[in-house]
């Protein structure tokens, strides 16, 4: 019921930032709860950041938590990722995801948890 395309990947030094954007399409976009994964070579994907469609809740992995900040404009089908403070461990591919919620407060931390994905944008930092 949505499409998503990324934007904002791109190659940055360590200790610097950058910002992934999310367009999402769809009648119901303020009803979805929107999750950031991110996939390395030889690596299995895993959760980044969640935010619920109200925006009351948000997410983080301990290995991001206090340098990324996920944020959503309802208004604009937008979601964004804020990566500060960037590591090598950092690179990867970044996917934004989407599932339907009747709960404004739900947000998911696991793949399975959502029906919706983007196509990824690479993010590589160098050190």
């Known amino acids: 019921q949505v499409q998503l395309v990324e934007s904002g990947g791109g190659l940055v030094q360590a200790g610097g930032s950058l910002r992934l954007s999310c367009a999402a399409s769809?009648?119901?976009?303020?009803?979805?709860?929107m999750g950031w994964f991110r996939q390395a070579p030889g690596k299995e994907r895993e959760f980044v950041a969640a935010i619920s469609w109200s925006a009351s809740n948000t997410y983080y992995a301990d290995s991001v938590k206090g340098r990324f900040t996920i944020s959503r404009d309802n208004g604009k089908n937008m979601v964004y990722l804020q990566m500060n403070s960037l590591k090598p461990e950092d690179t990867a591919v970044y996917y934004c995801a989407a599932v339907s919620s009747p709960f404004g407060t739900w947000l998911g931390s696991r793949p399975n948890e959502y029906d919706y994905w983007g196509q990824g944008t690479q993010v590589t930092v160098s050190s």
């Open positions: 769809g009648r119901t976009f303020s009803s979805y709860a």
